[in-house]
C-alpha cells in the first residue's frame, strides 16, 4: 500500500465519520427523509454532470454495474442514510458512527454464515472483539437514557450496508466510477421522494448552521468521499480499502465532541478502541497471505 493510497484512505475516513455530525444538524431543524431526498438530488445530478465532463456515459456500463446502482441506491442511499438521518433525530452522531462503523464485521459475519467464505482464527477473534465493544457501548448508553427505537434503526441500516456491499462486489471494475456514483445517487433521491410525503410535511428551520451543514453534506460525503471510495478499492482492493474502516469511530466520535459538544464517556472510549481492533482484525484475517519464494538449495558438491 503507497504513501497515496493511505493518504486517499485517511480522508475518506474523515469524511465519511463528519457526515455523521453535520446530519445531526441537519435533521433537528428540516425533515430528513425529504432532506436526504435533495441532498441525493442535488449530489447526483453534480456527479453525472461531472461523470459526462470526463467523458463517462451509463450506456457504458456493464450489467454488474447497473446492479450496484440500484443495489446502492435503495439499500446505501435509501435504507441505510435514510434510516440514520431519521434514527438522529434521537440519538447522537457520535453513537450513530458507532454503530456504523460495525457495518465491516457484519460484512465478514454474513460472508463467514451465508456464503461460506473462509474466516481466520483472527477474523473470527475480532467479530468477537466487536460484539464486546458493542455491548460495553450500548450497554451504557441504554442506561444513560439513548432512545432504542434509534439504536434500533442505526444497526438495521448498517445491516442494510452490508447486504449492498455483499451483493456488489466488484462493481468499481470496468471504469464510469463517477457516473456509478451519480446515478445510483439519483435512485436512492427517487425512492426517498416517493416515501418521505407519506411520513413527513416539508417544515424547515432556515439558519445559517442548516445551509452550511447541507451544502458540506451534499459537497463532501455525498460527492467526494464516495469518488475517493471508488478509486481506493480500484487502487488496492477490496479488502485492504476497507481496513480504512476501522478508523470511522474515531474520527464519529471526535468530530461530534468537537463541533456538537458532545460528552464522551469512559465506557465510549473503551467501546470504540476495542471495535476498531475487532475491524482492523477482521480485515486483516482477510489478507491474502504471503508466498515466500521458493529455497535454492546449493548444488552438491
Not at 450500548?138 to 456491499?165: E, K, N, V, Y
Amino acid at each position: 500500500m503507497d504513501i497515496r493510497a493511505i493518504l486517499m484512505g485517511l480522508a475518506f475516513a474523515v469524511m465519511w465519520a463528519s457526515a455523521f455530525t453535520t446530519t445531526r444538524m441537519i435533521v433537528t431543524e428540516a425533515p430528513p427523509l425529504l432532506s436526504l431526498a435533495l441532498r441525493f438530488a442535488l449530489s447526483g445530478s453534480i456527479g453525472v454532470l461531472i461523470a459526462l465532463a470526463m467523458g463517462e456515459t451509463w450506456r457504458g456500463l456493464s450489467r454488474l454495474q447497473w446492479r450496484a446502482v440500484v443495489v446502492l441506491g435503495l439499500c446505501q442511499n435509501a435504507l441505510y442514510l435514510g434510516l440514520n438521518w431519521v434514527a438522529m433525530q434521537w440519538i447522537e452522531a457520535g453513537l450513530a458512527s458507532i454503530i456504523a462503523a460495525t457495518m465491516p464485521l457484519m460484512v465478514a459475519f454474513l460472508g463467514w454464515v451465508f456464503m461460506g467464505e473462509r474466516l481466520r482464527p483472527m477474523g473470527i477473534a475480532g467479530l468477537a472483539l466487536g460484539l464486546i465493544g458493542v455491548a460495553i457501548i450500548m450497554g451504557a448508553r441504554l442506561q444513560g437514557g439513548s432512545d432504542p427505537i434509534g439504536i434500533a434503526m442505526c444497526f438495521a441500516a448498517a445491516l442494510a450496508l452490508a447486504i449492498a456491499t455483499l451483493t456488489v462486489r466488484g462493481a468499481s471494475s470496468g471504469g464510469n466510477v463517477m457516473m456509478i456514483v451519480g446515478l445510483q445517487m439519483l435512485v436512492g433521491s427517487l425512492t426517498l421522494t416517493i416515501i418521505g410525503p407519506v411520513f413527513e410535511d416539508w417544515q424547515v428551520t432556515l439558519t445559517p448552521r442548516l445551509v452550511w451543514a447541507f451544502a458540506y453534506t451534499v459537497i463532501v460525503p455525498g460527492l467526494v468521499a464516495t469518488w475517493v471510495w471508488f478509486l481506493l478499492v480500484h487502487r488496492i482492493g477490496a479488502v485492504r480499502a476497507a481496513t480504512f474502516h476501522f478508523l470511522t469511530p474515531f474520527f464519529g466520535v471526535s468530530v461530534a465532541a468537537l463541533l456538537l459538544d458532545e460528552t464522551l464517556a469512559i465506557s465510549d472510549m473503551i467501546g470504540v478502541g476495542i471495535i476498531m481492533a475487532g475491524i482492523l482484525a477482521v480485515q486483516l484475517s482477510k489478507a491474502p497471505a504471503a508466498v515466500l519464494p521458493p529455497v535454492r538449495r546449493p548444488p552438491p558438491a
